[in-house]
């Protein structure tokens, strides 16, 4: 079993609509989670990261994370063309592990105006 | 602020050259430093980590070799691409955890 798994879509909605983009992992020692958004031949940019298990919101975007069943998610209010783009998951035990973060393969998001 | 910067942004090399990439960090003192490739529908492949000068973990055996020979220099080189070396490298940077990536090098080899 693959430490984290992320649907790789493509997954297409129209303007405005509600978007759920998610991940499963395994190892139950990830405490950190992070949302990577990443445009068509750029780098990743960092969009939000959580603590353990609960919701945070910043503007459109709500990231959550229920620990007891391993699943986070990123959710998308109101959702704009300006949305189409790669979103990776990320995960890691704790702050200052020196090794990286373990990625999901990414969620191809793709808003229709 | 911190910045990352890479170059070259696009490269086409012929098989059996050499390689070298250059990744480089503003604004931040001894951050971990990472080498990434990105190849499509296979995600992101941790290739190399640094947590200072001269110090250098490889993720995966391959023609590929990293250094750092300053604190906020991080090299990605190779003494003869192969075809399967073609993709989109990514140097990113760490404090505490979080990760921050570069523009990328998209490299084509023939």
């Known amino acids: 079993q693959k430490e984290v798994e992320q649907d790789p879509g493509p997954l297409s909605v129209p303007e405005g609509a509600i978007v759920s983009l998610n991940c499963t992992y395994s190892n139950s020692a990830f405490q950190y989670f992070m949302w990577y958004r990443q445009y068509s031949r750029k780098g990743p940019e960092l969009l939000m990261y959580t603590y353990s298990s609960g919701n945070k919101e910043d503007g459109r975007f709500t990231a959550q994370v229920d620990k007891s069943s391993k699943y986070i998610s990123l959710f998308i209010r109101d959702s704009q063309p300006s949305d189409s783009a790669t979103y990776l998951c990320?995960?890691?035990?704790?702050?200052?592990?020196?090794?990286?973060?373990?990625f999901g393969k990414g969620t191809k998001l793709s808003v229709k105006p | 602020s911190q910045t990352i910067h890479q170059w070259p942004a696009t490269l086409v090399q012929p098989v059996g050259s050499p390689l070298s990439l250059e990744c480089t960090v503003e604004?931040?003192?001894?951050?971990?430093l990472y080498w990434y490739r990105q190849a499509a529908g296979r995600g992101l492949q941790l290739l190399f980590y640094s947590v200072g000068i001269g110090q250098i973990s490889s993720e995966v055996p391959q023609n590929l070799s990293a250094s750092r020979p300053q604190d906020r220099q991080f090299i990605l080189s190779s003494k003869k691409l192969l075809l399967s070396d073609s993709g989109f490298y990514l140097c990113?940077?760490?404090?505490?955890?979080?990760?921050?990536f570069g523009p990328g090098t998209r490299l084509t080899v023939l």
């Open positions: 990113a940077w760490s404090v505490l955890g979080l990760e921050y």
């Open positions: 990320a995960m890691i035990g704790y702050w200052g592990s020196q090794g990286n973060l373990i």
């Open positions: 604004g931040t003192s001894n951050p971990n």
